[in-house]
C-alpha cells in the first residue's frame, strides 16, 4: 500500500551554499473508485483513508446517507496486468435496496486534486438531491472568537503538513470548539470526503451540529459535501468562488471566508453568527 511521504534527493541552495540531501514529500497516486464492480471515478489523491474518502465521495452524489446503505468496500486485485494488487482502486459495493442515481453523464470521470467535481455545477442539482436541508436544521449559534480560534487548532494538527509542507486539511469541530477529526490529502476535496466517509461509517451523518474548517479556499465543491452531508458550517481560511456563496444562500449554509486571526467575512448564513452588535446595512 502507498505510504502517506516518500523521499527523494533534492539539491539545496541556501545563502550560495550548495547541498544534496534527502527531502520528505507527500505522496500523490491516483484512486479509481468503482461503483459494484463499474469505473466511475479516479481522483489524485494522498494514500491512506482510500474507503472513507470512497465512502464520503458517494455520500456528496447523493449515492450513500447511511452506513447501512454501504455493503463493503474492498480493494480489487488484479488491477495490473500480472495480476497484483496496486492498493489504488476500490470497489464500493452497495446495500441491495440503495438506488444509485445516474451520476455518469452529469460528472468528469476523472477529477484532480484541486478540482474537485468540476463537472458538476447545478444549483439546483444540489438542493433537490440533499437528504438533510441545512435550513431544517436546530439553531445553531458561533461566537466570531470561537470561529477565529479554529484555524490554529487544525494547524496544531496537521502532523504531515508539519514534515512535507505539501497537504491541504479539512476539520469537524463541535459547536464548542472540540476538534473531532482531522484528515490531510493532497486534494481538499478528498480530505472533506475522507471526513465524511468515516462518519458515514461511524453513523454519524447528518452532521447537523458541526463546523467544517478546510485549511484554503471554499469552492462550490466544498460546499455542495457540506450540504450533502448536513453540516450547517463551512470555515474556510482563503476566499471562496461565487458559486460556493450562491449556493450557501439557496441552501442555508453558513459560510465564512478568510479566516484569518480576528478577522473573517460571512458571506450567507450570517444568522448562526452571534454578533454582539447589529451588522451595519448596505
Same mark, same amino acid.
Given at each position: 500500500m ?10 539545496r =541552495? ?5 547541498s !544534496?540531501?534527502p $527531502?520528505?514529500? @507527500?505522496?500523490?497516486?491516483?484512486l479509481?473508485i468503482?461503483l459494484?464492480g463499474k469505473?466511475l471515478? =479516479?481522483?489524485m489523491?494522498?494514500?491512506?483513508? $482510500?474507503?472513507?474518502?470512497?465512502a464520503?465521495?458517494l455520500?456528496?452524489?447523493? @449515492? ?9 468496500i474492498v480493494? #480489487? ?8 494488487n ?8 452497495t446495500?441491495p435496496d440503495?438506488? =444509485?442515481? $445516474?451520476?455518469?453523464?452529469e460528472?468528469?470521470?476523472? !477529477? !484532480?486534486?484541486s #478540482?474537485?467535481? #468540476? ?7 444540489v ?6 436541508? =441545512? /435550513?431544517? !436544521?436546530?439553531?445553531?449559534?458561533l461566537e466570531?472568537?470561537?470561529l477565529?480560534d479554529?484555524?490554529?487548532?487544525l494547524?496544531?494538527?496537521?502532523r @504531515? ?8 486539511a479539512?476539520a ?13 490529502d @493532497?486534494?481538499?476535496h478528498?480530505a472533506?470526503?475522507?471526513?465524511v ?13 458541526a463546523v467544517?474548517l478546510v485549511?484554503?479556499? /471554499? ?5 455542495q ?7 450547517p ?5 482563503s476566499a471562496?468562488?461565487?458559486l460556493?456563496? $450562491?449556493?450557501? /444562500?439557496?441552501?442555508?449554509?453558513t459560510?465564512?471566508?478568510?479566516l484569518?486571526?480576528s478577522?473573517m467575512?460571512?458571506?450567507a448564513?450570517?444568522?448562526r453568527? /452571534?454578533l454582539?452588535t447589529?451588522?451595519p446595512?448596505g
Amino acid at each position: 500500500m502507498g505510504r502517506v511521504t516518500e523521499r527523494r534527493k533534492v539539491l539545496r =541552495i541556501r545563502d550560495g551554499a550548495v547541498s !544534496t540531501r534527502p $527531502d520528505t514529500l @507527500v505522496a500523490e497516486e491516483p484512486l479509481e473508485i468503482r461503483l459494484n464492480g463499474k469505473p466511475l471515478a =479516479i481522483t489524485m489523491r494522498t494514500p491512506g483513508d $482510500d474507503f472513507a474518502l470512497a465512502a464520503g465521495f458517494l455520500v456528496s452524489e447523493g @449515492v450513500l446517507a447511511a452506513g447501512s446503505d454501504l455493503l463493503n468496500i474492498v480493494y #480489487c486485485a488484479g488491477a495490473t496486468v500480472d495480476g497484483s494488487n496496486t492498493y489504488n482502486v476500490v470497489d464500493v459495493k452497495t446495500a441491495p435496496d440503495v438506488v =444509485i442515481p $445516474d451520476i455518469t453523464l452529469e460528472r468528469n470521470v476523472y !477529477t !484532480t486534486s484541486s #478540482c474537485g467535481l #468540476c463537472g458538476k455545477a447545478s444549483l439546483d442539482a444540489v438542493r433537490t438531491t440533499a437528504r438533510w436541508p =441545512i /435550513a431544517d !436544521t436546530p439553531p445553531l449559534r458561533l461566537e466570531p472568537e470561537l470561529l477565529a480560534d479554529l484555524p490554529d487548532r487544525l494547524r496544531a494538527a496537521q502532523r @504531515v503538513f508539519d514534515r512535507t509542507g505539501g497537504l491541504h486539511a479539512a476539520a469537524l469541530f463541535s459547536e464548542d470548539g472540540e476538534l473531532l477529526d482531522v484528515r490531510e490529502d @493532497v486534494g481538499r476535496h478528498n480530505a472533506v470526503d475522507k471526513l465524511v466517509g468515516r462518519a458515514l461509517r461511524n453513523g454519524e451523518l447528518p452532521l447537523s451540529r458541526a463546523v467544517l474548517l478546510v485549511s484554503g479556499r /471554499a469552492s462550490f465543491e466544498l460546499a455542495q459535501k457540506a450540504v450533502m452531508a448536513g453540516i450547517p458550517v463551512l470555515a474556510a481560511v482563503s476566499a471562496p468562488s461565487s458559486l460556493a456563496v $450562491d449556493l450557501a /444562500a439557496e441552501t442555508g449554509l453558513t459560510l465564512v471566508g478568510f479566516l484569518r486571526g480576528s478577522s473573517m467575512n460571512v458571506y450567507a448564513g450570517e444568522g448562526r453568527i /452571534a454578533l454582539r452588535t447589529a451588522a451595519p446595512r448596505g
